[in-house]
């Protein structure tokens, strides 16, 4: 992408807005928007996400999932599992932004494991690893070593907290949980929060729930 073009368009201010955001690199506005091309035009054919205007990727995927980078130091993580990735959100935005992360996306759908296959594959990801079956079997069979758990828009609190029992190898790691500001934990749930931050994406209130094995 051109900088010197950045302002020639609505689009072009909205990518720009983004890198000043994140102090994202030239590369990395490069790989989010062949990421947003390829979801696009992948989109037609597997229906991967509901949101398939240019500003609203922009700004409810990308801008959404890389929030987390204003709240945790992720240069000093080495891994992240992401439940229930869909279409790669959060862990793809964040991966293009801290290449360092090994990255674990737990994806039981296949149409959605090939497309994600193909975008790591096309914008030159390396340490990810695709993982097919659901999220009890995840706890249930794996060991990798994980430092945040991190979930947005797909499984409930109360079923994310399994990663908590006492058998879980798992269970000192944190877990992130993506909600609308709206959102009130239940009685299961609610002892495992220990903070909750929130967040503008335009003029919608979001929060980040963060749970940990208190």
């Known amino acids: 992408m051109d900088n010197n073009h950045l302002h020639s368009n609505p689009i072009d201010y909205e990518w720009n807005n983004l890198r000043h955001k994140y102090t994202l690199t030239a590369p990395q506005i490069d790989k989010l928007n062949r990421y947003l091309e390829l979801l696009v035009e992948w989109n037609e054919k597997f229906n991967l996400t509901a ?3 240019h500003h609203d990727i922009i700004t409810y995927h990308f801008d959404d999932s890389l929030a987390l980078a ?5 240069t000093t993580l080495e891994s992240i599992a992401d439940v229930g990735t869909g279409a790669g959100f959060p862990a793809i935005p964040l991966k293009i932004m801290f290449p360092h992360l090994k990255m674990v996306l737990i994806e039981v759908n296949n149409k959605k494991r090939t497309f994600l296959n193909h975008l790591t594959q096309e914008l030159g990801l390396t340490d990810i690893t695709t993982y097919p079956y659901d999220w009890r079997t995840f706890l249930r069979t794996t060991d990798y070593k994980i430092d945040y758990f991190l979930a947005r828009a797909s499984l409930q609190p109360e079923e994310l907290i399994r990663i908590f029992k006492p058998a879980s190898i798992y ?5 992130v949980y993506w909600a609308s500001k709206q959102w009130t934990p239940g009685k299961i749930e609610a002892p495992f929060i220990k903070q909750e931050i929130l967040y503008t994406l335009n003029d919608v209130e979001r929060k980040l729930v963060f749970f940990y094995n208190q």
Do not use: D, E, Q, R
């Open 70 to 74: 204003h709240y945790v130091n992720l």
């Open 51 to 53: 949101i398939t205007n």
């Open 171 to 175: 269970k000192n790691s944190c877990l």
